[in-house]
């Protein structure tokens, strides 16, 4: 603070001499006040001594506004130093948080590496083991196809392959997609054959063995069959009937001698077989002709199942010339199973069947990427 300034010094008195007079005295002041270097004076020490108790009095103000300032500059800066505290602290616990964050958050990444990592190997594994199971249907239903000629059980396995890939969205099954399509277009293009139906027939067929007559199992006819089959004599519509005793004695004589004629007709039978030897079979003999018939039906059922032509014409021949030497030809049940073999004879299972490689192909070519 700067010092308050000091009024100048006066004059030293002087020397004190001998006091005139009290007029002279007066005298001597009045004049000095009247002198204008005086009056100069005067004004000068009034204007100073108002200068400094201005000076002073700013002075004052200036120290009372630097003491606001100062307590208001003291509490602002215990109000930073705390807030400073304040900002200080939450700094750390953000900076706790945010280390506790970045530790989570690395954990979560490598987690979600982890989990993308088994996401892509489960997958991987999921469609192996998809492509693994589409492989072995095929390879089953082509080898059923050539060995048995199951046209639809291969349709069947085509569609479910189709279906399984269908479900994946991944482009790289369309390519098995279109082979699987194109092995579906071969199959659905071959002649259809009733298989079902063919074996269904030689089933019955078999079924009826047992009941067919044989030549060899000839029997004479019941008198009763005989009697049904005898020719009753006709008369003409709005003729008299026969009456009197002649009439009843020719009726007598006619039915005694139709009994002796079935009788004699019993006892001699004229046939023309051309297997005499047909005719001379046993009871067992009878029985295992039967049962030789039936296993030549089953083979030739399981050559139509496997589509094997040569033993399926082979085996239906046989059986046809076993009715037609042992069995009785005129009999109606013989000539409906005749029949029924000639229409399973009729149907043509020579025909090449298609495989199934374009699709067995395009999987295993998937499967061998890398």
Not at 297 to 310: D, G, P, Q, T, V
Request: net charge neutral; hydrophobic share 40%; glycine share 4%.
């Amino acid at each position: 603070m700067n010092e308050l300034p000091t009024l100048p010094e006066q004059n030293p008195a002087p020397a004190p001499v001998p006091a005139p007079a009290a007029p002279q005295a007066e005298e001597s002041f009045t004049e000095l006040l009247q002198r204008p270097l005086s009056k100069v004076a005067i004004a000068l020490l009034l204007l100073i001594a108002a200068l400094a108790w201005s000076t002073h009095t700013r002075f004052g103000h200036l120290r009372q506004e630097m003491a606001r300032s100062l307590q208001k500059g003291e509490a602002t800066n215990n109000e930073t130093i705390a807030l400073a505290r304040q900002v200080s602290e939450q700094n750390k616990e953000l900076q706790a948080k945010v280390a506790a964050l970045e530790s989570r958050q690395s954990e979560a990444q490598s987690q979600q590496v982890a989990l993308e990592a088994l996401y892509q190997d489960l997958s991987k594994n999921r469609d192996e083991w998809a492509l693994a199971e589409i492989e072995q249907v095929l390879s089953t239903a082509s080898q059923q196809l050539q060995l048995a000629g199951n046209v639809q059980g291969a349709l069947i396995a085509l569609a479910n392959a189709d279906r399984s890939l269908s479900r994946s969205d991944k482009p790289q099954f369309i390519t098995i997609r279109r082979a699987i399509a194109r092995d579906t277009d071969k199959l659905k293009a071959l002649p259809g054959i009733d298989v079902a139906g063919l074996a269904l027939r030689i089933d019955s067929v078999i079924g009826e063995i047992d009941a067919l007559p044989m030549l060899s199992d000839s029997k004479p006819v019941a008198p009763s069959q005989l009697a049904k089959a005898r020719v009753k004599p006709v008369t003409k519509p709005g003729a008299p009937a026969p009456d009197g005793f002649g009439a009843r004695l020719q009726n007598v004589w006619t039915s005694w001698t139709g009994e002796m004629w079935d009788e004699v007709r019993q006892l001699i039978r004229v046939r023309s077989v051309d297997t005499p030897e047909a005719l001379m079979l046993s009871p067992s003999e009878s029985y295992f002709t039967r049962e030789n018939l039936k296993l030549r039906l089953l083979n030739a059922r399981l050559a139509l199942l496997s589509r094997n032509e040569a033993a399926f014409r082979s085996d239906l021949a046989n059986a046809q010339d076993t009715l037609t030497k042992y069995f009785d030809t005129r009999a109606r049940s013989t000539q409906s199973a005749q029949a029924a073999l000639r229409q399973v004879q009729g149907n043509n299972l020579a025909i090449d069947m298609p495989t199934l490689a374009d699709s067995l192909n395009a999987v295993r070519t998937y499967k061998a990427k890398p």
